[in-house]
């Protein structure tokens, strides 16, 4: 585990984010099971996100972006109980997993049904991490689902690593609550997104954090 991730598992072992306890969390909680949507740090940037299983919540997020429908939005989840309700790994997923989570490393995997059919392509299988965020984790850890997490921009636009560098008109058409507690996101390259393949063979959709040259060491082939 890098030292990122043990600072920010540090974070949430104490129920601290920012000098907020966990408790102070009951009006971010309460908008997220009222349907509305949040915007929130990550290890990367600002997302903009909600319970990944209300769909009228999901499309609202879709609407604020200007996103096109044909696109999926990411997933994070929180814990590996989690994974065990929500996702359904393959062997090979859940090695890679199992790897290189909590960190920015999103998955392309099946999905229970439960998840919003946005987040789902036509194979019903969504792009999942599980986040080492201490603010990401709570919130989705007390909200018992996944929660979408796509940046926190226009369609198009760039990510934004502070909140007082947030689009007013996304924070203002979103109506979402903005969560600017601390540690803000460390910005830098996205997540890398994969999809397994057959046997140990990878394909990588996006390069980001995590290089290929650190799937390659663990034996992943690239195809």
Same mark, same amino acid.
């Given at each position: 585990?890098?030292?990122? %991730? ?10 601290? %984010? ?5 408790? #102070?969390?009951? +009006? ?21 996100? %909600?319970?990944?299983?209300?769909? #009228? ?8 972006? =200007? +996103? ?7 997933? @994070? ?10 996702? +359904? ?12 989570? &909590?960190? &920015? ?8 049904? #439960? ?6 392509? =036509? ?16 919130? %989705?850890?007390?909200?018992?689902? &996944? ?27 979103? =109506? ?16 890398? /997104? @994969?999809? &397994? ?5 990878? +394909? ?10 650190? /799937? ?8």
């Amino acid at each position: 585990m890098n030292t990122f %991730c043990a600072a920010h598992n540090a974070a949430l072992e104490t129920g601290q %984010c920012g000098g907020r306890p966990e408790v #102070s969390w009951t +009006r971010e909680l309460r908008m997220l099971r009222q349907g509305g949507l949040l915007i929130y740090p990550t290890e990367t940037f600002y997302a903009l996100g %909600c319970l990944a299983t209300d769909h #009228s919540a999901v499309e609202r997020v879709f609407t604020a972006k =200007g +996103r096109s429908r044909k696109k999926t939005v990411p997933l @994070v989840v929180s814990s590996w109980a989690m994974v065990e309700k929500f996702l +359904r790994l393959s062997r090979v997923a859940r090695a890679l997993a199992k790897t290189f989570w &909590p960190g &920015p490393l999103s998955i392309v995997t099946d999905v229970d049904e #439960s998840i919003s059919a946005l987040a789902r392509d =036509g194979a019903g299988q969504a792009a999942v991490r599980m986040t080492p965020h201490p603010v990401a984790r709570i919130l %989705c850890e007390l909200a018992e689902a &996944p929660l979408v997490s796509s940046s926190a921009n226009f369609s198009g636009g760039a990510p934004v690593c502070a909140p007082q560098d947030l689009d007013a008109g996304l924070v203002r058409l979103s =109506g979402a609550m903005v969560i600017d507690a601390e540690p803000w996101p460390r910005g830098g390259l996205p997540s890398t /997104l @994969v999809k &397994p393949a057959d046997g140990r063979a990878l +394909r990588v959709l996006r390069e980001g954090a995590v290089r290929v040259s650190e /799937l390659t060491a663990q034996g992943y082939e690239i195809v």
